[in-house]
């Protein structure tokens, strides 16, 4: 069925793009910030999942309770790692002790609320939609708190790039628990745009890896040395 195939092959192509801010952010340790050394654990533990999922389906086991596990350390991994890019202390403190409280998300599958051989779209909803908010609210802070253009912080990176992934897996989630039931062809094709979108989101926190480190913030990053971008771009730009 080419459909599969398409799917199997960009799922594959996704899974493999997460090497690339990983080798990134492992060629410029010394210099990237505190904040993306969270996220590379984010990327880290995502491709345990991925892995670990994989090998399982090939046993011809059911790997459906992977995400209930993985998903909300997942999440807590990213709440940290956006509490190092807050602005202010109090926001800061706030999501670091907001952070461990993602974990909670583990109680409907391990009670039995939510059974673990079931998608759990409610709880992965909920999850995506914290992410969402919380890399948007860094954004829009942190655009109005730094100086430069955007395109030169790792946190405008990696914040659009959560934001892309997670809103579209907010919004593509719940559509295809309703087509699988109607449609195998619209889930699949859905399933692939999903994994487009997961490539082009690796790709996105690959420049923001490529960011350095400020010497004042460590949650922020620096102009010099300037990151390599896919175009280029100047301060006489800005408005």
């Known amino acids: 069925m080419p459909a599969l195939v398409i799917l199997y092959a960009i799922e594959t192509l996704a899974t493999l793009t997460l090497l690339l ?22 990327i880290a533990f995502d491709l345990l999942m991925e892995v670990t999922s994989f090998t399982i389906g090939r046993f011809g086991k059911t790997n459906i309770w992977v995400p209930h596990l993985g998903v909300p350390v997942e999440t807590m991994i990213i709440v940290f790692a956006f509490a190092a890019w807050q602005v202010d202390q109090a926001t800061r403190v706030f999501l670091q002790r907001v952070a461990p409280a993602m974990l909670l998300f583990w109680v409907p599958p391990l009670v039995g609320w ?108 620096s102009l010099l040395p300037r990151p390599w971008l896919p175009f280029s771009w100047s301060r006489s730009q800005l408005p």
Not at 28 to 36: C, F, G, L, P, Y
Not at 141 to 165: C, K, N, Q, T
């Open 21 to 42: 801010p990983l080798w990134q952010a492992r060629q410029r340790w010394a210099t990237i910030s505190k904040a993306q050394k969270l996220f590379v654990a984010y």
């Open 114 to 221: 939510v059974p673990l051989n079931a998608n759990s779209v409610g709880t992965e909803w909920v999850q995506a939609i914290i992410c969402v908010a919380i890399a948007a609210y860094t954004l829009v802070r942190r655009f109005f708190e730094d100086s430069g253009p955007a395109v030169e912080h790792a946190w405008f990176w990696i914040g659009a790039g959560v934001m892309l992934y997670y809103a579209t897996f907010a919004l593509i989630t719940p559509l295809i628990g309703y087509f699988v039931r109607i449609s195998t062809d619209i889930a699949i094709a859905m399933l692939t745009v999903h994994g487009g979108f997961q490539v082009f989101a690796n790709i996105i926190f690959y420049f923001g890896m490529r960011c350095p480190i400020s010497q004042g913030n460590s949650g922020s990053s």
